[in-house]
């Protein structure tokens, strides 16, 4: 054996052979972790080890590269110790993400070593298994490492919208956010929304039983005055501002489209369109998918009759032309739904004004109820313009 003082091949790889050595006993110790019955627990107990594989995989497959061609080019003999030290670190590399392919199933298609090292690490992480109460909270940590996207992603939307509701509002009247503060909620609240729920997804996926989700729920259901230390903490302060915040849009939602709700697909859409549209007359609801089209019409429709009809709207404002206008075109918008079950109560509160303020006029002699939600609106209007309305 050639003692490594004396290999001149381990001096041409220029200081990179203690990289592979190093290399060499952290795949070493992975296999053994990924060999074991309980693997997954064991990963998850030194996820710094593969979290070390990880950070130095690119420059150990480099040198790998370029020491490999070299000894192929210069005829390194086989029993050289640098030779025999890049045949076992190559060999290791292969055994480890062989395994770890194996390990991950179907999910590995086309991913670089390190992407299989982070979903091994998320696979483990996430794994299902029996969580008694005294370690509900610690799994919750392993679920939700602080440097987690989502975890990042969700604790910067909750000091947004601590940032924007911390302060306690009425849920009546205008919304107290600035038109900058209400898009910048608009646009952030779609991936807020997705990372919280990403979040809570992985705690449920660690735990079935809902144990270790309702351990985090609990310290969510209260506002934290102390910095948060961990992913879960991030988690339920952001949570906790969420629903904060949910709470307020989702009153002003229900009381003004009590005729025509919007289905949780849409209420983020709608919600923040009504903040709109009590700023401005003009606001109109648009949807991504076209498909949605006839439901924007019909919601903007239930809200100019829930604004008319208000108690507390005041007479000049409850019918006047223009607001027929956009009455008519919101009617239009909705035709392919006008007779529809979803649009029901939304000809409800027509037919109410039609028939309430034309009691002992002609108009109700003979009258019909058109399919055609246009046609009802037309119809209101004209009881409002023959002066029978008050």
Request: aromatic share 8%; charged share 30%; net charge negative.
């Amino acid at each position: 054996m050639v003692a490594p003082s004396q290999d001149i091949y381990r001096s041409r790889l220029e200081g990179r052979a203690e990289l592979l050595e190093a290399a060499r006993l952290r795949y070493r110790e992975l296999l053994d972790l990924l060999h074991a019955p309980d693997w997954e627990a064991r990963v998850r107990a030194r996820v710094g080890a593969l979290r070390n594989v990880g950070a130095e995989q690119e420059r150990v497959d480099a040198v790998l590269v370029m020491a490999q061609r070299r000894a192929r080019a210069e005829g390194w003999p086989e029993q050289s110790p640098t030779t025999r030290l890049l045949h076992e670190t190559q060999h290791l590399r292969e055994s480890v993400f062989h395994a770890v392919s194996r390990k991950l199933g179907s999910v590995v298609e086309n991913a670089s070593p390190v992407e299989l090292l982070l979903r091994l690490e998320d696979h483990a992480r996430c794994a299902p298994r029996e969580v008694p109460p005294a370690r509900r909270w610690a799994v919750a940590v392993e679920v939700l490492p602080d440097d987690l996207p989502a975890v990042r992603d969700g604790d910067a939307f909750g000091a947004l919208l601590r940032g924007l509701f911390a302060e306690p509002h009425a849920f009546a009247g205008p919304p107290p956010l600035r038109d900058e503060d209400l898009e910048t909620l608009r646009s952030q609240w779609p991936e807020g929304e997705a990372a919280l729920t990403g979040c809570w997804a992985r705690l449920m996926r660690a735990d079935p039983t809902g144990g270790v989700a309702a351990e985090v729920r609990k310290r969510a259901g209260r506002e934290s005055h102390h910095a948060p230390h961990s992913g879960p903490e991030h988690l339920a302060r952001a949570e906790y501002w969420y629903q904060r915040a949910r709470a307020w849009l989702d009153s002003l939602v229900r009381e003004r489209l009590e005729a025509a709700p919007p289905t949780p697909a849409e209420w983020p859409e709608v919600a923040f369109w009504l903040r709109a549209r009590e700023r401005s007359q003009e606001a109109r609801l648009r949807f991504a998918d076209a498909e949605w089209e006839p439901r924007a019409g019909l919601f903007e429709l239930a809200y100019e009759l829930w604004e008319a009809l208000h108690p507390e709207c005041p007479e000049v404002d409850r019918w006047p032309e223009h607001r027929w206008a956009r009455m008519v075109e919101s009617a239009r918008r909705a035709a392919p739904i006008s007779s529809s079950p979803e649009a029901a109560k939304v000809r409800e509160l027509l037919r109410t004004f039609i028939l309430s303020r034309s009691v002992g006029t002609p108009l109700t002699r003979g009258w019909w109820e058109p399919d055609s939600l246009e046609a009802l609106v037309h119809q209101a209007w004209s009881v409002v313009c023959s002066g029978d309305a008050p």
